[in-house]
């Protein structure tokens, strides 16, 4: 029989530092975090190939004692909890400090070369510790300012078989170089410096807002294609920057999420940015922002990972609703801007020097009405009315949605003034597809379909008042589950009742179908119904289905727009430019892309030469 015995506390610590130290970049992580606790008002981080060799942090924080240094290495030795939480139950609730476990440094000591050094604030001179993959290489006196000074070189020099397993210098130092990103961005107060390979790579001044640091870290298109979110719902609050839908990336690389000053990278937060710019981005697009949520400690769990980039909310639909309704506010407050401005590539094609006319052209076809088809009423895969709530005026005012026949008005008497209207006033139209606006400030470009898609989409929402029909089926369909899934699904069946979906438990292990969402009647109903309970189990909350009938609502609106290759008439080219300007979320289209863009005056006398 094999005989139980204890491992050595060296190979225990090598064990287990494979859950806290997976790269440079998770070491890093650690000290930078120390070092925030520790009071620091400065950052400096040095590193070497990547870290592969060299990954150093300096501060300026409160500094150590030679005894608090050595126990500071030992493992489970942490100056994170406060005494009085010592061995209380909830005391892990209580955390406010990015580290607790008192795990980093003993775990990176086990397999590396570790250098610590540390003067507290009043003493005369500070103290030298080096532990050498967990051994206590020397130690002693060390000139260096108040602060702590940490170095680990050799990164698993002595466990090949982790060694082995790290990337490149170049993909370690990116995945140090966001580390140090996410954590500067988290504390705006505090200045930061990166340097890789004696090269500076990133610098941060101290005391700086919020946003003026997420824009100059994240993107600096930010301070003019973003929006600053400021909410409050209870006992939580949500602030941060956001970029406008039409300011986007391939990849999500560049959404970096907070929750209490902690970088996560949380599946619930992941799908809450992703509900609130549902309808504003192409699939295959992702926006770039900011969020910092706050929540008491005790309505979040840190504790979930070593490395605690994931945690669990106490109320995870709260938590999503609130972040979706925040970040849709702050976006309709900036509705009817667009991030796009004129590519660069299509403004260096405009001639500097006159061009020969064109030959002529056949006279223009007459123009049409905007609304020439009559839609019968909207269903999946139909078109739907273009305007709703129409008003017979004479002449074109019929074309103009309820409420704008003054537009017929203003054209009969006479051409508006630009500066009455953001978006300016129509002045022709170019290949049957785009709006040529005067605005006060410059040239406005519309794209008639992408606008009047948006419009629609909103007038089919407000349509709806909140609330989904329902299409009952002819014979009610059973679904059979598994029996968490169905208590899960009857626990919510009220919010999904709101969205059109009525279920109601047939047996343990089966949920009865009796009616769908009007848009998703020809859809496949047992996949919907798995689907959801799979949404259920995962967030904690109904998602999918909302998502779903964005995405019908969105095709509905795209049938149902305005196409290119439509004359217009001025009348009906203002009545789109004012709802426009009244209509949320206007400044891009259902897939994402832009509305509209603006080419401003100096840019029109560039072209010229005259500026």
Same mark, same amino acid.
């Given at each position: 029989?094999?005989?139980?015995?204890?491992?050595?506390?060296?190979?225990?610590?090598?064990?287990?530092?494979?859950?806290?130290?997976?790269?440079?970049?998770?070491?890093?992580?650690?000290?930078?975090?120390?070092?925030?606790?520790?009071?620091?008002?400065?950052?400096?981080? =040095?590193?070497?190939?990547?870290?592969?060799?060299?990954?150093?942090?300096?501060?300026?924080?409160?500094?150590?004692?030679?005894?608090?240094?050595?126990?500071?290495?030992?493992?489970?030795?942490?100056?994170?909890?406060?005494?009085?939480?010592?061995?209380?139950?909830?005391?892990?609730?209580?955390?406010?400090?990015?580290?607790?476990?008192?795990?980093?440094?003993?775990?990176?000591?086990?397999?590396?070369?570790?250098?610590?050094?540390?003067?507290?604030?009043?003493?005369?001179?500070?103290?030298?510790?080096?532990?050498?993959?967990?051994?206590? &290489?020397?130690?002693?006196?060390?000139?260096?300012?108040?602060?702590?000074?940490?170095?680990?070189?050799?990164?698993?020099?002595?466990?090949?078989?982790?060694?082995?397993?790290?990337?490149?210098?170049?993909?370690?130092?990116?995945?140090?170089?966001?580390?140090?990103?996410?954590?500067?961005?988290?504390?705006?107060?505090?200045?930061?410096?990166?340097?890789?390979?004696? =090269?500076?790579?990133?610098?941060?001044?101290?005391?700086?807002?919020?946003?003026?640091?997420?824009?100059?870290?994240?993107?600096?298109?930010?301070?003019?294609?973003?929006?600053?979110?400021?909410?409050?719902?209870?006992?939580?609050?949500?602030?941060?920057?956001?970029?406008?839908?039409?300011?986007?990336?391939?990849?999500?690389?560049?959404?970096?999420?907070?929750?209490?000053?902690?970088?996560?990278?949380?599946?619930?937060?992941?799908?809450?940015?992703?509900?609130?710019?549902?309808?504003?981005?192409?699939?295959?697009?992702?926006?770039?922002?900011?969020?910092? *949520?706050?929540?008491?400690?005790?309505?979040?769990?840190?504790?979930?990972?070593?490395?605690?980039?994931?945690?669990?909310?106490?109320?995870?639909?709260?938590?999503?609703?609130?972040?979706?309704?925040?970040?849709?506010?702050?976006?309709?407050?900036?509705?009817?801007?667009? &991030?796009?401005?004129?590519?660069?590539?299509?403004?260096?094609?405009?001639?500097?020097?006159?061009?020969?006319?064109?030959?002529?052209?056949?006279?223009?076809?007459?123009?049409?009405?905007?609304?020439?088809?009559?839609?019968?009423?909207?269903?999946?895969?139909?078109?739907?009315?273009?305007?709703?709530?129409?008003?017979?005026?004479?002449?074109?005012?019929?074309?103009?949605?309820?409420?704008?026949?003054?537009?017929?008005?203003?054209?009969?008497?006479? &051409?508006?003034?630009?500066?009455?209207?953001?978006?300016?006033?129509?002045?022709?139209?170019?290949?049957?597809?785009?709006?040529?606006?005067?605005?006060?400030?410059?040239?406005?470009?519309?794209?008639?379909?992408?606008?009047?898609?948006?419009?629609?989409?909103?007038?089919?929402?407000?349509?709806?008042?909140?609330?989904?029909?329902?299409?009952? *089926?002819?014979?009610?369909?059973?679904?059979?589950?598994?029996?968490?899934?169905?208590?899960?699904?009857?626990?919510?069946?009220?919010?999904?009742?709101?969205?059109?979906?009525?279920?109601?438990?047939?047996?343990?292990?089966?949920? *009865?179908?009796?009616?769908?969402?009007?848009?998703?009647?020809?859809?496949?109903?047992?996949?919907?119904?798995?689907?959801? &309970?799979?949404?259920?189990?995962?967030?904690?909350?109904?998602?999918?289905?909302?998502?779903?009938?964005?995405?019908?609502?969105?095709?509905?609106?795209?049938?149902?727009?305005?196409?290119?290759?439509?004359?217009?008439?001025?009348?009906?080219?203002?009545?789109?430019?004012?709802?426009?300007?009244?209509?949320?979320?206007?400044?891009?289209?259902?897939?994402?892309?832009?509305?509209?863009?603006?080419?401003?005056?100096?840019?029109?006398?560039?072209?010229?030469?005259?500026?």
């Amino acid at each position: 029989m094999p005989v139980i015995r204890r491992l050595p506390e060296t190979l225990v610590n090598r064990i287990a530092a494979g859950e806290v130290v997976e790269r440079p970049a998770s070491a890093l992580k650690e000290l930078v975090e120390n070092a925030i606790d520790a009071g620091a008002r400065a950052i400096t981080v =040095r590193l070497s190939a990547g870290g592969l060799d060299l990954v150093e942090v300096t501060d300026d924080g409160c500094g150590m004692t030679a005894e608090e240094m050595a126990l500071a290495l030992e493992r489970h030795a942490t100056s994170k909890l406060p005494e009085s939480l010592v061995g209380e139950a909830g005391a892990i609730e209580q955390v406010t400090t990015l580290g607790f476990r008192g795990e980093a440094l003993p775990s990176i000591g086990s397999v590396a070369r570790l250098t610590l050094e540390s003067r507290p604030h009043g003493s005369a001179g500070g103290w030298r510790r080096v532990v050498d993959h967990g051994a206590l &290489a020397e130690e002693g006196p060390a000139a260096l300012p108040p602060g702590t000074r940490i170095r680990v070189e050799n990164l698993f020099g002595r466990v090949p078989a982790r060694r082995k397993f790290l990337r490149s210098a170049r993909s370690e130092y990116a995945a140090c170089l966001d580390v140090v990103r996410r954590l500067a961005m988290a504390r705006p107060e505090i200045g930061f410096v990166l340097e890789h390979d004696g =090269r500076r790579v990133l610098g941060a001044q101290g005391g700086e807002t919020l946003a003026r640091r997420v824009a100059g870290i994240v993107a600096r298109e930010l301070a003019e294609d973003g929006v600053v979110i400021e909410a409050v719902r209870e006992f939580a609050t949500l602030r941060g920057v956001a970029g406008l839908p039409t300011f986007n990336r391939g990849v999500a690389d560049h959404q970096y999420l907070f929750v209490n000053g902690r970088p996560v990278k949380d599946r619930l937060l992941i799908g809450a940015v992703r509900g609130a710019y549902a309808d504003m981005l192409a699939r295959d697009r992702h926006a770039v922002l900011a969020l910092f *949520l706050e929540v008491p400690p005790e309505e979040v769990d840190v504790n979930v990972h070593p490395a605690k980039t994931e945690v669990r909310f106490r109320d995870p639909a709260f938590v999503r609703g609130f972040i979706v309704s925040g970040l849709r506010h702050a976006l309709e407050g900036a509705s009817q801007r667009s &991030a796009q401005g004129p590519a660069g590539g299509a403004m260096a094609n405009w001639q500097a020097e006159p061009i020969a006319p064109p030959p002529r052209s056949a006279p223009a076809p007459a123009l049409g009405s905007l609304f020439a088809r009559e839609y019968a009423a909207p269903r999946l895969g139909e078109a739907v009315p273009a305007w709703r709530g129409l008003q017979a005026a004479g002449g074109d005012a019929g074309l103009l949605p309820a409420g704008r026949a003054e537009i017929a008005a203003e054209t009969e008497g006479g &051409a508006p003034e630009a500066a009455a209207f953001p978006l300016g006033v129509a002045r022709g139209q170019v290949a049957q597809t785009y709006i040529v606006a005067e605005a006060q400030d410059g040239l406005v470009i519309v794209d008639q379909h992408a606008a009047h898609e948006r419009l629609v989409l909103e007038r089919l929402r407000a349509a709806g008042g909140g609330a989904t029909a329902s299409q009952a *089926l002819l014979v009610p369909e059973v679904v059979d589950l598994e029996e968490p899934d169905c208590d899960r699904l009857e626990e919510n069946a009220p919010k999904l009742a709101a969205l059109g979906l009525m279920l109601e438990r047939f047996g343990p292990d089966a949920m *009865l179908v009796r009616a769908v969402p009007a848009p998703l009647a020809k859809g496949n109903v047992q996949a919907l119904v798995r689907d959801l &309970a799979d949404d259920i189990s995962r967030h904690g909350d109904a998602l999918l289905l909302g998502e779903r009938l964005d995405h019908v609502l969105a095709t509905m609106a795209c049938h149902g727009s305005v196409r290119a290759g439509r004359a217009l008439s001025v009348a009906e080219m203002n009545a789109l430019l004012r709802e426009m300007e009244r209509t949320p979320r206007s400044g891009q289209c259902n897939h994402g892309r832009p509305t509209w863009v603006k080419l401003a005056h100096g840019d029109i006398e560039k072209l010229f030469g005259r500026k």
